[in-house]
Nanobody, 114 residues
């Protein structure tokens, strides 16, 4: 599976961005798509994920601010990020999980600064 991510950029605190990630094919069986992020000096963390059936899971740090959604016919997942904070600055990595196998897209930079 190849993943193509788009979106990201620079915003001020309180701003919004939307990330998109499109897979080259639909997942096989029950699968998850979502986003991890890597910030300088911090471990990679799961931001949000969504199953093929629509089950969602969020990091505590983004609950209530980020919303993940999925368009299965388009093999695309979206991450709407609202009320962005400086601590959200990171490289965001799209991924797809099928069973024990993970596929990763190229990272996209999100920078939040005043």
């Amino acid at each position: 599976v190849q993943l193509q991510a788009s979106g990201g950029g620079s915003v001020q605190p309180g701003g919004s961005l939307r990330l998109s990630c499109t897979a080259s094919r639909s997942g096989i069986g029950i699968n998850y798509m979502g986003w991890h992020r890597e910030a300088a000096g911090k471990q990679r963390e799961l931001v949000a994920r969504i199953s093929s059936g629509g089950f969602t899971d969020y990091s505590d740090s983004v609950k209530g601010r980020f919303t993940i959604s999925r368009d299965n016919p388009k093999h695309t997942v979206y991450l709407q990020m609202n009320n962005l904070q400086v601590d959200d600055t990171a490289v965001y990595l799209c991924y797809s999980q099928e069973g024990d196998e993970y596929f990763w897209g190229r990272g996209t930079q999100v920078t939040v600064s005043s």
